[in-house]
C-alpha cells in the first residue's frame, strides 16, 4: 500500500499502462547491459593492475577478486536497506552510473603508482591501500543493481517478471564486458584505454536513465 501511495502522489488520479511497463523493462534492460559489461572490463583491469602491486599468484588474484565482490555485496545491501526511502530510485541508478565511471577511472590511474610504493613500503601496507582503492567504485557498482529494481518496484504492477530480464542482461553485459576486456579492448588500447571505454559505457547508461527518469511509463485515465 505504501508504494502504491507514493506512485499515486507523483502521478494522481492515473495508473501505469502495462505495455508502456514493458517497453521500459526493454530500455532498462540495455541500461543494465552496458553497466554489466563497464563493471566486468573494470574487474579484468584492476586485476591486471593490481597483479603488479599483489603478485600472479592465486593469493593475490583472490584477494582482488574477493574485495571486489564485497564491494558489490556492501552497495547492494545499502540500496536494499534505504532504497525505498529515495525519491526517484531511477535518477539515483544514472548518479550511481555516472559515480562509478568517475571513480573507476581514478582508481584505475592511481593504481598505477602503487609499484613505486611497494618499493618503498611493507607488502601489507601496499596491499591493503590497493584494495582499499576498489572499494569505493565497486560499492557503487553493486548498488546500481538494487537501485533498477527498486525503480521497477515503485513503478510496476508485476516486478518479479521484470526481475529476470534485467538480472540477465545485467550478467550477459558482464559476461561481454568480461570476453571484450581480455581480449580485445586491453590489447588494443592498453589498461588506460579500456578503462577509458568503461567509463564511457557507464555515462551513456547513466545519463540514459536520467533522461529516462523524466519520462515515466505512459498513463492511462483511472476508470472512476
Known amino acids: ?3 502504491r501511495w507514493r506512485f499515486a502522489q507523483r502521478y494522481p488520479r492515473t495508473e501505469v499502462d502495462p505495455i508502456s511497463i514493458s517497453r521500459h523493462v526493454r530500455a ?5 547491459l552496458l553497466s554489466g559489461g563497464a563493471s566486468l572490463i573494470y574487474q579484468v583491469i584492476w586485476a591486471r593492475r593490481m ?4 603478485g600472479g599468484t592465486a593469493r593475490g ?3 582482488v577478486l574477493a574485495t571486489f565482490m564485497l564491494g558489490l555485496a556492501l552497495g547492494a545491501i545499502a540500496i536494499g536497506r534505504y532504497g525505498d526511502k529515495v525519491r526517484s530510485p531511477l535518477r539515483l541508478y544514472g548518479m550511481l552510473e555516472i559515480g562509478a565511471a568517475v571513480t573507476g577511472l581514478a582508481v584505475t590511474a ?3 603508482h602503487l ?10 601496507l601496499v596491499a591493503f591501500a590497493a584494495l582499499t582503492l576498489l572499494v569505493v567504485p565497486t560499492v557503487l557498482m553493486g548498488a546500481t543493481l538494487p537501485a533498477m529494481l527498486a525503480y521497477v518496484h515503485r513503478v510496476g504492477e508485476k516486478p518479479a517478471e521484470a526481475l529476470g530480464p534485467l538480472y540477465s542482461a545485467n550478467t550477459f553485459g558482464a559476461l561481454a564486458g568480461a570476453a571484450l576486456a581480455g581480449f ?3 590489447e588494443n588500447l592498453g589498461l588506460w584505454g579500456a578503462a577509458c571505454v568503461a567509463a564511457a559505457l557507464e555515462v551513456v547508461a547513466g545519463v ?3 533522461a529516462l527518469d523524466r519520462t515515466p511509463p505512459a498513463t492511462k485515465p483511472q476508470l472512476r
Request: hydrophobic share 60%.
Open 208 to 210: 540514459c536513465a536520467i
Open 115 to 124: 609499484p613505486s610504493l611497494h618499493a618503498s613500503s611493507h607488502y601489507s
Open 184 to 186: 580485445v579492448l586491453i
Open 1 to 3: 500500500m505504501d508504494r
Open 28 to 32: 532498462l534492460q540495455a541500461l543494465l
Open 110 to 112: 592511481l593504481a598505477a
Open 61 to 63: 588474484v583472490a584477494m
Open 51 to 54: 597483479t603488479l602491486v599483489l
